[in-house]
C-alpha cells in the first residue's frame, strides 16, 4: 500500500513539474530536454531563461559573459538574482562553452597569457556570484553537460521538492521578533529581508486579521507585497 502511495505521488510530481523554457532561447534546448523525456513548456519568462520548480536559471554563452562584463550589464542582473531570493527563488548563473582559443579581429590564435586571462575573469565572475550575491555558478562546456545538469536538478526537485531554506540553529534567548520572523520564513515565497520588515511592523494576530488585499498592499522597500506572496501568508495563518 505504502509503495503505490509513493509512485502515485511520484506521478504526480511528474505531471505538475516540467521545465520552462524562454521563446527566445534557441530551439535545440528544448529538443535535447525532450529526448531525454524531461517535460518541457516553452513560455515567454519575465525573468532567467529557465524556471524548474523554485530555481532560475540564467544561461550565458562565454562571449555573452564577456560582453556583459564590458557593457557592466552582469551586475544588475546579477543584483536582479539577487533579489529573487527575497521571493523565495534560488537562482542560477549557467555559463556555456569554452574559453575562447582563436581570436576573430586579428585571424590568430590567442596567446597563453591572454587565455589564462579570459579563464581568471570567469573564475572572478564565479567568486562574486558566490561571495556577492549569493547566487550559484555553473559553467557547463557542452550540450551533454547541459542536459546532465538540467537532468540532475529536475530529478531532485521532482524527487524532493522545492528547494528549501535552510533551518536556522535555534539560540537558548531570542527576541519575539527573530521568533516570529523565523515563523514567516517558513512561508513558500518569504525571504529573510521580507519577514523581518513584517515582524518588525505587525503582530502575528495583526497579521491574521488582514485580508489576502489589505497584506498584498503592504510595501516593502518602495515595493507592494503583491497577491502571490500575500495569498501564501493568509493561507498558512488561516488553514
Known amino acids: 500500500m505504502g509503495n503505490e502511495k509513493t509512485k502515485a505521488d511520484t506521478k504526480s510530481k511528474d505531471k505538475l513539474l516540467e521545465v520552462l523554457i524562454d521563446t527566445r532561447e534557441p530551439d535545440r534546448?528544448?529538443?535535447?530536454?525532450?529526448?531525454?523525456?524531461?517535460?518541457?513548456?516553452?513560455e515567454t519568462l519575465e525573468t532567467g531563461?529557465?524556471?524548474i520548480g523554485n530555481v532560475i536559471i540564467e544561461r550565458k554563452t562565454v562571449p555573452d559573459l564577456f560582453n556583459s562584463i564590458?557593457?557592466?550589464?552582469?551586475?544588475?542582473?546579477?543584483f536582479r538574482m539577487h533579489k529573487?531570493?527575497?521571493d523565495g527563488f534560488r537562482a542560477i548563473l549557467l555559463v556555456e562553452g569554452e574559453v575562447p582559443t582563436w581570436d576573430y579581429y586579428t585571424n590568430s590564435s590567442i596567446s597563453q597569457s591572454k587565455y589564462n586571462w579570459y579563464l581568471n575573469i570567469i573564475k572572478s565572475i564565479e567568486a562574486k556570484c558566490y561571495v556577492s550575491y549569493g547566487v550559484f555558478f555553473k559553467w557547463i562546456k557542452s550540450d551533454t553537460a547541459f542536459v546532465d545538469f538540467i537532468k540532475s536538478l529536475f530529478t531532485s526537485m521532482r524527487t524532493y521538492g522545492k528547494s528549501k531554506k535552510p533551518i536556522l540553529e535555534k539560540k537558548e534567548f531570542r527576541c519575539i521578533t527573530e521568533i516570529k520572523s523565523d515563523m514567516l520564513c517558513a512561508i513558500p515565497l518569504i525571504g529573510r529581508s521580507t519577514a523581518d520588515h513584517l515582524s518588525s511592523q505587525y503582530t502575528i494576530e495583526k497579521l491574521c486579521e488582514l485580508s489576502i488585499e489589505q497584506l498584498s498592499d503592504i510595501t516593502l522597500n518602495k515595493r507592494k507585497l503583491g497577491e502571490l506572496r500575500a495569498r501564501n501568508i493568509f493561507e498558512a495563518l488561516h488553514k
Do not use: H
Open 29 to 42: 534546448y528544448a529538443s535535447l530536454l525532450k529526448q531525454n523525456g524531461i517535460p518541457i513548456k516553452v
Open 49 to 51: 531563461d529557465f524556471v
Open 70 to 78: 564590458r557593457d557592466r550589464r552582469i551586475w544588475n542582473q546579477l
Open 84 to 86: 529573487l531570493t527575497d
